[in-house]
């Protein structure tokens, strides 16, 4: 989904991304989920779900493990696509200059095979605020919470695959929305109080 075109495009438009994916076959563990704050190739977010937890096969320029459980990163590559970044990709943690891993499900379940999982996220980059919702039918089954940041400012909507093959993405959709949610507020007003004491 492009959300405008043009490359490198800064947009400081909230968003509400939904989608589906499914993993249509019982072979092979790796990497499933979409992007979000698009920039360009080297600059993006990335929801991504692994089956299993896997050292990748390819140990150089730096050895790379990658654990299930969702994972939310912030892209800013340095390098840009090539084998930096691919181990920074597959890698469960930071990478100085590469990837940085803004919140993991700590329950560190993969998906199962043959299942349906709808994603809902709410992206309000003019305050840096980030939550990721994960459904397996009406079973919420992780939650980001809310997370800060404001690396990228917006940007394209996408999809996303590691190594995985026969992925299907479904019921993709977007709605802009500008309305800043309770909670974070709540959590403002939770920072506010620890600085200030209150
Ligand atoms: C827009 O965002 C607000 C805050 O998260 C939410 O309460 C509202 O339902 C959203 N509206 C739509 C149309 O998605």
């Known amino acids: 989904i492009r959300s405008k075109p043009g490359k490198g495009y800064t947009a400081f438009n909230g968003v509400e991304f939904e989608g589906t994916f499914h993993v249509n076959t019982v072979t092979d563990d790796d990497y499933v989920g979409f992007v979000f ?3 360009d190739s080297s600059s993006f977010y990335v929801v991504m779900w692994k089956q299993t937890g896997q050292t990748y096969w390819q140990d150089t320029p730096f050895r790379a493990t990658a654990q299930p459980g969702l994972q ?3 892209v800013k590559s340095h390098t840009g696509p090539g084998e930096r970044l691919r181990n920074a990709m597959w ?3 930071d990478t100085p200059g590469e990837v940085t891993l803004m919140w993991k499900d700590p329950r560190n379940v993969g998906w199962k095979d043959k299942t ?11 305050v840096g605020y980030i939550r990721v919702q994960l459904y397996e039918s009406t079973t919420l089954v992780a939650d980001s919470g ?3 940041d404001t690396s ?8 996303f695959c590691f190594s995985q093959e026969n992925i299907i993405w479904s019921n993709l959709g977007y709605r802009c929305n500008d309305t800043i949610p309770d909670d974070y507020y ?5 920072q506010m109080n620890l600085r200030w004491g209150d």
């Open 37 to 39: 704050g698009y920039q």
């Open 72 to 74: 939310l990163k912030a």
């Open 91 to 93: 890698h469960t943690g």
């Open 116 to 126: 349906s999982y709808r994603w809902h996220l709410s992206h309000r980059p003019h």
């Open 146 to 148: 809310v997370v800060m």
């Open 152 to 159: 990228m400012r917006g940007g394209r909507l996408g999809v």
């Open 186 to 190: 709540y959590l403002y007003k939770k």
